[in-house]
């Protein structure tokens, strides 16, 4: 059957703090959609913070110009400026959220509308296939296989089409996650409590690896209070039910005690208690460490950056966690969204719900 006869009208919204990749996103999705599968609507949130922030300045393709709207975010996070733009796509039954650093293959637009016109009555949101090219001539560095991981998420709003009903159901996306992490699977799980499915997709997007500073690993332990956000809200069972790692921050929080550990019983005067937990937190570090510079390309600059940020992590990680659980610790979860004509789902007395494949 031809997509383009049974296509459902939508409407892409993409956040942008202004990076100069949205160009490449547009010109993108004008090319992929050129064969008349394009949207009905394009908003672009322009999202910089800050009283002095200017929009983008774009050469936005000539197909999209006619239905490209530009609306200042508030500054305060990608779930906040997904709920701006969806307000302002108008009522198209589906809204695709696109990041601003991503690129729809070639065919998006037919395969968009294949994945559209499969979708049960009951399917909230259809994913995308992620692939997120690598080097081919060396290993890939510590940020590189971090950015890779994008490719095996569960679901991902780098591209991911929601059912406007659904969206609405839930409330949108929860503003109180603000950057872009874990604001995804929060929402998943409460389409899934509510009775809702998500399905996987056809169209293949591309999700470059952007370019960073050798912080950026230590920037994004931030997320460590993201993660007790969600332990308020979707109880301790969200990691197995999002299928999300839960990385290291059991051993980040033992070699920071033992780092702390050291500090004290020097300061008291027990310099064999001292020297033993420093020991335990450079037997620490250093694991962290080399797990981390294995896989990796080994150059001087990665092995460099790895032994500076490996002893920083943990602390910072560990910071992040204590500020979370002092933030979040009246926090409380919004609730399930409801299909339509479905009771919520008791997340207490049924089994959770899984993705539809």
Do not use: K
Not at 205 to 224: C, K, L, Y
Request: proline share 10%.
């Amino acid at each position: 059957m031809d997509p383009q006869s049974t296509r459902a009208p939508y409407a892409v919204v993409v956040p942008t703090l202004g990076r100069p990749s949205l160009q490449d996103c547009l010109e993108a999705l004008a090319a992929a959609t050129a064969d008349g599968t394009g949207p009905a609507a394009v908003v672009l949130v322009h999202d910089r913070p800050g009283p002095d922030a200017r929009p983008p300045i774009l050469d936005v393709p000539s197909a999209l110009r006619p239905v490209t709207t530009v609306v200042a975010g508030a500054g305060r996070g990608p779930a906040a400026a997904r709920n701006t733009g969806a307000r302002a796509a108008g009522r198209v039954p589906w809204i695709v959220f696109l990041d601003d650093d991503v690129v729809p293959g070639p065919g998006w637009g037919r395969a968009l509308a294949r994945d559209l016109a499969s979708a049960s009555r009951d399917t909230a949101a259809v994913t995308a296939r992620i692939n997120v090219p690598l080097p081919p001539d060396r290993r890939p560095t510590d940020w590189e296989r971090n950015t890779a991981g994008l490719s095996t998420a569960r679901w991902i709003t780098a591209d991911m089409a929601f059912r406007r009903e659904a969206l609405e159901a839930a409330g949108g996306f929860d503003e109180r996650f603000p950057r872009a992490f874990r604001e995804d699977a929060d929402l998943a799980l409460r389409l899934l409590d509510g009775g809702w499915h998500l399905a996987p997709g056809t169209r293949r997007t591309t999700h470059p690896v952007r370019p960073v500073d050798r912080w950026v690993s230590v920037r994004v332990q931030a997320g460590n209070a993201d993660d007790v956000l969600m332990t308020r809200l979707h109880g301790r069972a969200w990691w197995e039910r999002a299928s999300a790692p839960r990385g290291r921050l059991r051993r980040h929080l033992a070699v920071s005690g033992a780092a702390a550990a050291a500090v004290g019983c020097a300061l008291a005067g027990r310099y064999g208690a001292a020297a033993a937990c420093a020991a335990g937190w450079l037997a620490g570090t250093a694991e962290f460490a080399a797990a981390r510079i294995a896989p990796g390309p080994r150059s001087g600059a990665e092995v460099t950056t790895m032994l500076v940020t490996s002893a920083l992590i943990p602390p910072v990680a560990t910071w992040h966690w204590l500020r979370g659980h002092a933030a979040h610790r009246t926090a409380r979860p919004l609730g399930p969204a409801r299909p339509p004509g479905g009771d919520a789902v008791d997340p207490r007395r049924t089994p959770r719900g899984r993705v539809r494949t």
